[in-house]
């Protein structure tokens, strides 16, 4: 009992000098947030989709093509004779839309919709990888407590194989209680290993998650101060702010342009065209020929074969899907906050009923053991009692875990798991400085970053 006594003494204090340098789940978070490779090919493709502005404004700007020819000419008459010439000229187009049906209007705005829902989609990995470091963490917590609880039930049955030999020594124990003892400390070395592998695991999922591999984590408090006061309010906050939901509003937008710029195919089209050219005659009478010329263009479709109407149709169906798919996410959203806020109230009813059955299995085993010392209670009983025990204690590293858990999820289920709620210390990725810097690009190769 002393030495049982005396391993629970050393685990709190163990407990107590590995938090010393721990690495902070906060410390853990702005890893993911800086180093993830998913959200770091998310921020990419974000910037991808802000370069669909600067092609969509493209419609409203000239076009400007330069030519140039070289050539060799051969003519003969009966009256000249034969002649060999060299033409060569040069020349200059410029080409600009008047008026292109509302396309390039359309375009722009479905454009801008577009970038709008891939902020969102960035804001949507942002809390999907925040969440899943989140629970990279405290899976590691959890497998590291379950492996030093499997450890103290080695020693404490070790303790208990060494009694009972020592009983059956003195003509006080039996070869059963030995054998029972030895059967247990068996079982128990088996449930050590299979912990000491689900703690690698957790342990390689936190290295491709967060970046690096867990050193002295310690338990967090959580994300308390971001719940909302009740369900309903969290419900309403995730219905309002949830980037799936979001993502999913402008999605619609963007088709709506898009069927908008579709129709703009029946109208007629206003262009203007201007040349300019100059060629020369290298034949050796040094004739030189210029010319320039501005034509206005008016063009009106009369039938398109079908295609461009096929287009529309094509359009209006998906507007439809996209419309549909807001009360999807919405109804998924609803259904993700009420299972995390379940989830986390169910969590802390087992953390306190675990906690009380954890100390009253605590005094149970003690008393079971003085009995067994005195002959009122079998080796078997003490065996089944410190069982009930270590139960206790992994459904309480269990319970702490899903507590845990729960608590990101439902803040992520209100679309409020973001580095800058966190206050996570990292440089906030903002999506709208790129942006800026493109839009309105004339021209240039390198993207903003130099690449």
Aim: proline share 3%; hydrophobic share 40%.
């Amino acid at each position: 009992m002393r030495w049982y006594s005396f391993v629970l003494v050393a685990s709190v204090f163990g407990g107590s000098i590995q938090q010393v340098n721990a690495e902070s789940l906060r410390e853990a978070l702005a890893a993911a947030y800086n180093h993830n490779a998913t959200l770091n090919a998310q921020r990419a493709a974000t910037r991808a989709v802000d370069e669909n502005i600067a092609q969509a404004k493209s419609g409203f700007r000239p076009t400007i093509t330069g030519d140039a020819n070289y050539g060799f000419a051969s003519t003969y008459s009966n009256r000249t004779g034969s002649a060999d010439t060299n033409p060569y000229g040069y020349g200059i187009t410029i080409s600009q839309s008047l008026f292109d049906g509302f396309r390039t209007i359309n375009n722009v705005a479905a454009a801008e919709a577009n970038v709008k829902a891939s902020r969102e989609q960035l804001r949507r990995i942002e809390q999907q990888i925040l969440e899943a470091a989140a629970s990279a963490y405290v899976n590691v917590l959890e497998a590291r407590e379950i492996v030093s609880i499997r450890r103290q039930n080695i020693g404490f049955l070790r303790e208990q194989l060494r009694s009972s030999q020592a009983r059956l020594d003195v003509g006080e124990g039996t070869r059963t209680d030995v054998a029972q003892s030895q059967a247990r400390l068996s079982s128990a070395r088996a449930q050590l290993s299979a912990a000491e592998a689900s703690l690698e695991s957790t342990r390689a999922t936190y290295r491709q998650v967060i970046g690096r591999t867990p050193s002295n984590l310690s338990w967090p408090n959580g994300p308390n101060s971001l719940y909302a006061a009740s369900l309903q309010g969290a419900i309403a906050m995730g219905l309002n702010e949830h980037p799936a939901v979001r993502l999913t509003q402008h999605a619609v937008d963007a088709a709506a342009f898009n069927v908008k710029a579709l129709e703009g195919q029946f109208l007629p089209t206003l262009s203007l065209r201007g040349n300019a050219n100059q060629t020369f005659d290298s034949g050796g009478r040094g004739n030189r020929n210029q010319s320039v010329s501005a034509t206005l263009n008016l063009s009106v479709p009369l039938y398109q074969g079908g295609g461009p109407s096929s287009q529309v149709r094509q359009a209006r169906e998906t507007l439809a899907q996209n419309r549909i798919q807001v009360d999807e996410a919405r109804d998924e959203v609803r259904a993700a906050a009420i299972s995390a806020w379940s989830n986390l109230q169910s969590a802390n009813a087992n953390i306190t009923a675990t906690r009380d059955s954890l100390r009253a299995s605590k005094l149970a085993l003690d008393g079971v053991i003085e009995e067994r010392n005195v002959g009122q209670r079998t080796q078997l009983e003490v065996l089944n009692s410190q069982s009930t025990v270590l139960d206790a204690q992994v459904s309480l590293v269990g319970a702490r875990k899903a507590r845990l858990t729960a608590g990101y999820a439902l803040v992520a289920a209100m679309g409020r798991l973001n580095s800058r709620r966190l206050r996570l210390p990292v440089r906030h990725y903002d999506p709208v400085e790129h942006f800026e810097e493109v839009k309105d690009m004339w021209f240039g190769l390198r993207t903003p970053s130099g690449r």
